[in-house]
């Protein structure tokens, strides 16, 4: 059984910093590109950032390049999303994914990702 539980969230002043964590489980974690989605209230679940298997190929979505980097340890079965420079318009909860292909390349749309995680709160005041 495939798990992906995501850590790290918070409440966090605008121009501040998070890091979020996902510890995967049930899988060949190293076989898999993994990507990071997030859903604001009201709007649809939207891409943000991936990463491919190897850690070697990123894609980043406009609005996060430069301020987000995605990033994975393949011996802790864990992915990251280190934010920085935070603004009121990335709050939403964000969610983990794993890619449904192996050794794939990193991929923006919703339907290459077979596994979810529960999605942890991020919360960026003004």
């Known amino acids: 059984q495939v798990q992906l539980v995501e850590s790290g969230g918070g409440l966090v002043q605008a121009g501040g910093s998070l890091r979020l964590s996902c510890a995967a489980s049930g899988l060949s974690f190293n076989s898999y590109a993994m990507g990071w989605f997030r859903q604001a209230p009201g709007k649809e679940r939207e891409f943000v950032a991936a990463?491919?298997?190897?850690?070697?190929?990123?894609k980043y979505a406009d609005s996060v390049k430069g301020r987000f980097t995605i990033s994975r340890d393949n011996g802790k079965n864990t992915v990251y999303l280190q934010m920085n420079s935070l603004k009121p318009e990335d709050t939403a909860v964000y969610y983990c994914?794993?890619?449904?292909?192996?050794?794939?390349?990193?991929?923006?749309?919703?339907?290459?990702?077979?596994?979810w995680g529960q999605g942890t709160q991020v919360t960026v005041s003004s």
């Open positions: 994914a794993g890619d449904n292909r192996i050794a794939g390349d990193p991929r923006r749309i919703r339907s290459a990702y077979e596994y």
């Open positions: 990463i491919n298997w190897s850690g070697g190929s990123t």
